[in-house]
Nanobody
């Protein structure tokens, strides 16, 4: 299973970006899907998670500004980021908790990351 994150870039404060994560390879089912981010000199942090039923939760600093969604048919994950702030600057990673066969264990799979830079 390979995950490909895309959609990052340079945006001014107050702007918007939409990140996408696409999966390739054999996936039997996906449980939770998440976005993480890692700013320079900081540890990777969870931004938000969406369950298989579509319930999403977020860290406090992005609530009301970021929206996670998923397309189960396309095995894709999205992150709509509005009202971006300089402190949102980071590499963003997608994560799937998935299994590749019916009787295999759920495991975590990671995308390679996409850079988001918020600056004037």
């Amino acid at each position: 299973v390979q995950l490909q994150a895309s959609g990052g870039g340079l945006v001014q404060p107050g702007g918007s970006l939409r990140l996408s994560c696409a999966a390739s390879g054999s996936i039997f089912s996906i449980n939770a899907m998440s976005w993480y981010r890692q700013a320079p000199g900081k540890e990777r942090e969870l931004v938000g998670t969406i369950t298989s039923s579509g319930f999403a939760n977020y860290i406090d600093s992005v609530k009301g500004r970021f929206t996670i969604s998923r397309d189960n048919a396309r095995k894709s994950l999205y992150l709509q980021m509005n009202s971006l702030k300089p402190e949102d600057t980071a590499v963003y990673f997608c994560n799937y908790n998935a299994r590749i066969r019916l009787f295999s264990n759920y495991e975590d799979y990671w995308g390679q990351g996409t850079q988001v830079t918020v600056s004037s």
